[in-house]
């Protein structure tokens, strides 16, 4: 992979160097309606899908039926799956990862709709979406539902320096990510402070899902 130097890619690099930091307290959102759960079972096809979470909140899979899902973290989701299959399956081995729609709009290279893991931190989700453009205004990129920033500006800021995921920047369904044109301001604090990336791999592994 080349990078390229515009848009987050130009001050990414750094990063890599990094340990990843501590994000303090974190928090977690409960499953919604819509949401999306990317399981894997070892050895059992039919369980291993992306399954879209159904009113309940509950995971309705195939021959096992609905798995309530109520006061579930997102976060928590591997962990809890693990028990209720272990209910019907011995020697389980499976991997769960939460993933919501969203759109990366605005100064991106590819804007649309995506499916994506909450685990990821903000600037991994802008590369699903082919990273930010040379006219991007990277400091004040917003997190909205409808009209209103689910963060404010400052805090936002200091949220990703810090490593936060889009289930601790509270993102659901639906929710978008605002990149704004403008003269991109070469003190950004986002670049001092050397956002993190917390793996391309997995960033690699999750682009088919967004198509």
Known sequence: MTLKRNGLWWFLLPAFLLPAPAFGQTRSTPFQVGDRILLRVEGDSALSDTFTV????????????????????????????????GRYFKNLSIEARALI????????????????????????????????????????????????????ESGLQAAVARGATLDQLGMQAGDRIQVPRGQRDPESKWRIAGIIVTGLATVVGVVALSR
């Open 54 to 85: 159904v009113a309940g909140p509950a995971l309705r899979l195939p021959v096992l039926g609905e798995i309530s899902l109520a006061n579930v973290q997102r976060a928590d989701v591997e962990t809890y799956l693990t028990r209720e299959l």
């Open 101 to 152: 729609r969203i759109s990366l709009m605005g100064e991106v290279e590819r804007p649309g709709f995506y499916a994506v893991p909450v685990d990821l931190v903000l600037p991994d989700a802008l590369m699903l979406a082919g990273g930010a453009t040379q006219d991007a205004r990277i400091d004040r990129i917003s997190v909205r539902r409808g009209n209103s920033a689910l963060v404010a």
